[in-house]
Antibody, heavy 121, light 110 residues
Framework: EVQLLESGGGLVQPGGSLRLSCAAS????????MTWVRQAPGKGLEWVSS????????YYADSVKGRFIISRDNSENTMSLQMNSLTVEDTAVYYC??????????????WGQGILVTVSS | QSALTQPASVSGSPGQSITVSCTGT?????????VSWYQQHPGKAPKLMIF???NRPSGVSNRFSGSKSGNTASLTISGLQPEDEADYYC??????????FGAGTKVTVL
């Protein structure tokens, strides 16, 4: 069974940093794109960032480009999201999701349970 | 990266069929057959219902189907059931090699 477990969320002040992690199991981790998607309270889904199977290519939404860094460790079956210069607009539940391809960002299945990041003073 | 356009809400009675539309541009929906649909119940993680326009993952009911014409994709739920009440999101691969989601549609079973 594929399982994705996010960790590292919590409360952080504006301008601060936080690092999210996603631990994966139940599939060949190094064979798939991995992605972060977020959902602000009461709002819709927003794609945040994706990384290809080897980590060679990374992609970011304009809203986080230059502030967030996605990475993966295929030896540990983990993916991370380093979030810097956080603003209140980054407050959301962050989901880790497995892609359907090794290099193409097409669909996401399954998703982790999500982890809450709150940016507030 | 403008969000895909979805109706805010769609409703139907049990047993009826409903269709949720998802309109993009020639840079996303119209460019590729990489449209997917997700179901999200309150407080839960999204679940993949349709991928690559009209493919159902294993375990998803055949009451769910997808299609696309030009820049607009559609999700049809036939034989509407109470458990289908949820939020539904479409997404599409884009020419920028990224993904864009729709704003979401609340499906209500009357």
């Amino acid at each position: 069974e594929v399982q994705l477990l996010e960790s590292g969320g919590g409360l952080v002040q504006p301008g601060g940093s936080l690092r999210l992690s996603c631990a994966a199991s139940g599939f060949t981790f190094n064979g798939y794109v991995m992605t972060w998607v977020r959902q602000a309270p009461g709002k819709g889904l927003e794609w945040v960032s994706s990384i290809t199977h080897t980590g060679t290519s990374t992609y970011y939404a304009d809203s986080v480009k230059g502030r967030f860094i996605i990475s993966r460790d295929n030896s540990e079956n983990t993916m991370s999201l380093q979030m810097n210069s956080l603003t209140v607009e980054d407050t959301a539940v962050y989901y880790c999701a497995k892609g359907g391809s090794s290099y193409l960002i097409n669909w996401f299945d399954p998703w982790g349970q999500g982890i809450l990041v709150t940016v507030s003073s | 990266q403008s969000a895909l356009t979805q109706p805010a809400s769609v409703s139907g009675s049990p047993g009826q069929s409903i269709t949720v539309s998802c309109t993009g541009t020639s840079s996303d929906v119209g460019a590729y057959n990489y449209v997917s649909w997700y179901q999200q119940h309150p407080g839960k993680a999204p679940k993949l219902m349709i991928f690559d326009v009209n493919n159902r993952p294993s375990g998803v009911s055949n009451r769910f189907s997808g299609s696309k014409s030009g820049n607009t994709a559609s999700l049809t739920i036939s034989g509407l059931q109470p458990e289908d009440e949820a939020d539904y999101y479409c997404s599409s691969h884009t020419r920028s090699a990224t993904v864009v989601f729709g704003a979401g549609t609340k499906v209500t079973v009357l």
